[in-house]
């Protein structure tokens, strides 16, 4: 079974064309569309600029209720908070809020659970669900811009203004809905959200098909790509996709990437002790890296309860960044947001699914 049709499926003429076929004027999809995504409002009695009979018609047409919370949690003194969602097929997905002095990022789901398997990652183990639609994961967009928007994340009201792909599942072994999403976000208002797609980022373990697609679409996303260690011998353990697409592969899909937008790409890398965290990788990813237009995210391991893989001592984290500088490899230990929360991706609905 399909989720509901929903306002953020469609492109802007589908919309008219919807509401044409309800018998109204085209041009009430735009006004939906202005309350939705300008306003960021969910209480269509207030939307006086439509007749009544018209409202409610578009409403239950255009705008069926996809998520609904099932409870949230909060950190850092209120300034991130992780949403975990029930889909209309009780399938449950999570998005952080994280709010900075500068800006405020929503980290979303783009499927349920994920197919690619890492060993390391508590979604992984699961396998995936099912694929989440447009309007699914645009909902978890404009439901984080709107909390944000009436101050309910600490430090008062604000305008969302980074979204990035890299909740629950591999994006693009999601394509359309994902691309429809970006869409949705980037499009100016009152048709989308108006964030400029710089402040975009679409995070793929290295689905080098996918990357080619997103390529050749010219929207100057971030694209980040998870690569984890630079060998393809223990990449095909670590992230076991390698066996189709190996590391030369996805960083020559991410240098035409790069060629074609004239945005770097960011490799990010899980430091797992013992594991991806030896001088010898991150001398091996510095002369892969060295002449690229990149930067690495280095990301502490999040510990799943129970797993033998948890974050690296802090002497080998210090020297694989030293390392990568010596290379004049750009390079930033990602802050780890929301790890009193169950932080790593997926912790949140797998403890839901165990109460
Ligand atoms: S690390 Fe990412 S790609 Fe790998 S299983 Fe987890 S969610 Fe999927």
């Not at 409610?56 to 209120?78: A, F, Y």
């Not at 203004?161 to 949705?184: C, D, H, K, W």
């Not at 964030?195 to 929207?219: P, Q, W």
Request: neutral net charge; charged residues 25%.
């Amino acid at each position: 079974m399909k989720p509901p049709r929903h306002l953020a499926d469609l492109t802007v003429e589908q919309r008219g064309e919807v509401a044409v076929e309800l018998g109204e004027k085209s041009f009430r999809a735009k006004q939906i569309a202005t309350h939705y995504f300008e306003h960021l409002s969910d209480e269509p009695q207030t939307w006086t600029d439509l007749p009544t009979s018209s409202r409610d018609l578009l409403v239950e047409s255009l705008l069926p209720t996809l998520i609904t919370p099932v409870r949230s949690v909060t950190c850092d003194g209120g300034r991130t908070r992780k949403d975990l969602w029930r889909l209309f097929d009780g399938v449950l997905v999570e998005s952080v809020i994280m709010r900075y002095p500068d800006r405020a990022t929503v980290c979303i789901s783009s499927q349920a659970g994920c197919g690619m398997g890492c060993p390391f990652c508590a979604t992984g183990q699961a396998g995936l669900t099912r694929n989440l639609s447009a309007g699914e994961i645009t909902e978890q967009v404009v439901a984080s811009a709107r909390a944000l928007a009436r101050g309910e994340i600490a430090g008062g009201p604000m305008r969302l203004s980074n979204v990035v792909f890299m909740g629950m599942g591999e994006p693009l072994a999601n394509y359309g809905p994902v691309i429809q999403t970006v869409r949705n976000i980037t499009t100016p208002m009152p048709n989308g959200l108006g964030i400029s797609a710089r402040s975009v980022t679409v995070s793929t373990v290295g689905l080098v098909n996918g990357i080619d697609r997103l390529t050749k679409e010219g929207i100057p996303v971030t694209l980040a790509v998870s690569l984890h260690t630079p060998d393809d011998e223990l990449r095909d353990t670590l992230v076991p996709i390698n066996n189709r697409f190996n590391v030369s592969e996805v960083l020559r899909a991410a240098d035409a990437y790069e060629a074609r937008t004239g945005r770097r790409y960011s490799i990010e890398y899980a430091l797992i002790r013992d594991i991806n965290d030896q001088a010898w990788r991150a001398d091996l990813l510095g002369r892969l890296l060295k002449n690229r237009n990149t930067h690495v995210n280095l990301i502490p391991l999040n510990p799943t309860p129970g797993s033998k893989w948890t974050a690296s001592r802090q002497e080998d984290q210090d020297a694989f960044v030293h390392l990568l500088e010596v290379h004049g490899v750009s390079v930033t230990v990602r802050d780890t947001r929301g790890r009193e929360i169950d932080g790593a991706c997926g912790q949140l609905a797998a403890s839901e699914k165990n109460i």
